[in-house]
C-alpha cells in the first residue's frame, strides 16, 4: 500500500465505529428481542426458539450459553450511543432469559456479559412480597 492510501489510527477507528453503528442499528431493528441463534439461506438469523435446537431444549428454548450475549451487545450500544431503541431490545431479551433462572446450570456464562451492562444502567432493583421484580433504568447515558 502506498502512503497515499494510508489512513490513521484513528481514522481508521472512526470509519470502523462509524460501520458499526450502521450494522448494530440495522440488526437492533431486525432483530429486536428476538434471540439470534443461526441464520438461512437468506442471511438473516432466525430466534433461538425457531431452530430446532430451541424447540428440543429447555426454559423456553433460551437456555443455550450464547444467549446472552446479544442482549450484551445492545446494553453496550445504548452505552456507547443513548440510543433507547438497544435498551428497550435488551430488556425485552432480559425477560425472555428470566426463564433461564430456573433451568440452567452454568447461569454465570448464559448472562454475564448481559447482566454486567445491565448493572451499570440499573438505578434500584425492588422485589414485592410476591417476589415480583421490578427494574428501575436510570444509569449510564438514561
Known sequence: MDAGNRCSNQEWLDSTYEKLLLKMKAECERIGTNIPYSTEKDGKYRDICETTWGKRATAGGVGFWTNGFWPGMLWQMYHATGDTAYR???????????AVLEDVQDLLTVR???NGQMRQLVERIEVDSGGAVEIYLGGGNA
Open 88 to 98: 428497550d431490545a435488551a430488556a425485552g431479551v432480559e425477560e425472555r432469559l428470566e
Open 112 to 114: 454475564s456479559l448481559s
